[in-house]
């Protein structure tokens, strides 16, 4: 047992906000913080993929991405795009014909970025890649993103509510015990699915609010923007309802989010 003043000390970086690309969102403190989970959730396509990227590629720190929902091929032109300039059939059309030089030397930038392609990861799956990380490296690393929630295996029978908040439980311990700063990916429910609508923290697939610090839900408020609504936030405004909305320039053709 400790004091506070002795437990914040022994706890390290733990709640230090990891590199933040978006001014806006900076000043309204929605921050990525080390040891803690966080979630993103949002329709298909609306740009929660984007957002989780953008946010691995520009904090620079030792990331470990778990690419469930997408394929390498996938993400090998999302990211490329990103960092390209270039819109994805683009960079689709340079694969196909073996026009990739270019674009490799875009991606050897991102060498602390890892990858993980299971599709349907265990939790044991997931804790033993980030215990051989720790292993090969020698310390853990400093983000982890899940893409998405709803594609991990979670080593119990029920499938449902249960299911998805024991997946969280277990993100949310091992951003505690590793440090790193956890983002975790999810869906809406149908109603929110379309992404017209800012989505409140009700809208949740499974309602699994509980153990993330900050949860911010997106959808579309117009053509070439990005809503984010901050539904829960432990380090600042939040608003369960809503109704406090912030926006970012979307391209999502070149996978580009930008104040």
């Known amino acids: ?6 437990a914040r000390a022994k706890s390290g970086e733990a709640g230090a ?17 080390r040891g803690q989970l ?32 997408s394929d390498a091929a996938t993400q090998y032109e999302r990211t490329a795009a990103m960092l390209s300039g270039r819109e994805i059939h683009e960079i689709a059309a340079m694969v196909e014909a073996g026009e990739t030089r270019y674009l490799d030397s875009k991606l050897a930038s991102l060498r602390k970025l890892r990858w993980c392609f299971d599709s349907s990861p ?10 051989c990380w720790a292993y090969v490296y020698g310390t853990y690393p400093e983000m982890i993103v899940l893409d998405n929630v709803g594609d991990v295996s979670p080593d119990i029978e029920d499938r449902g509510h249960i299911a998805l908040e024991s997946v969280m439980d277990f993100l949310a311990d ?16 149908g109603d929110y699915d379309d992404g017209a609508s800012a989505p409140p923290l009700s809208a949740l697939k499974g309602k699994i609010s509980k153990k993330p610090s900050l949860v911010l839900n997106l959808f579309r408020p117009e053509e070439g923007k990005l809503g984010v609504v901050v539904a829960k936030n432990r380090h600042g405004r939040p608003d369960p309802a809503g109704q406090y909305r912030l926006a970012l320039n979307s391209d999502l053709a070149r996978m580009l989010l930008t104040d």
């Open 17 to 33: 906000p990891l590199p933040m690309p978006f001014k806006r969102l900076a000043r309204e403190q929605v921050l990525f913080r």
């Open 174 to 189: 091992m951003a505690r015990k590793t440090g790193a700063c956890v983002i975790a990916l999810h869906h809406l429910t």
């Open 38 to 69: 966080h979630l993103i959730a949002a329709g298909p396509g609306v740009g929660k993929s984007a957002l989780s990227l953008t946010l691995a590629v520009a904090a620079r720190v030792e990331t470990l991405y778990f690419s469930a929902d």
């Open 1 to 6: 047992m400790y004091v506070l003043q002795r």
């Open 122 to 131: 265990s939790l044991d799956t997931i804790e033993a890649h980030v215990k």
